[in-house]
């Protein structure tokens, strides 16, 4: 296991949520469960891939501006969700923006899969890799805490 399996793992996991989300309709109970889910987790995710992978990209100077770009674009998330909260939920407005978000995440996930992790398995060695699994497992419960 290393970090990147890790994080492909979350992102996994984002994908279905939204999947499922799209599925859903109005203001019912399955879509105000999964929205709940769905900020938890891209939060807690976000917030511990900060800490953990994107500081040790980060500290390399070759990995900086990519992880810069990463941070850039959960602030981007963070505010789309902000956004969502102050709409209702069972309008046209709520799910046109929550598909924004759909596809800006899953634009981010990608990017992160195909594009930051190559370029970091080149930066970082492969038992510094492994070793963030660890931290990033200590981090993400308490980061879902503050999230809920
Ligand atoms: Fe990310
Ligand atoms: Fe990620």
Known sequence: MDIYI???ADHEH???LFERITDTEGDTRARKNLWRQIKVELEAHASAEEQTFYAELM???EGSDKARHSVAEHKEAADLIKELDDIDMSSPAWLKKLKHLKDRVEHHVD???KEV???AKKLISSSRAASLVQDFNQRK???KEKAA
Do not use: G, K, V, Y
């Open 59 to 61: 500290s390399r100077p």
């Open 14 to 16: 984002q994908r279905d």
């Open 117 to 119: 992790f190559p370029a």
């Open 111 to 113: 990017e992160e899969e």
């Open 6 to 8: 890790r994080l492909t």
């Open 141 to 143: 419960p308490a980061e």
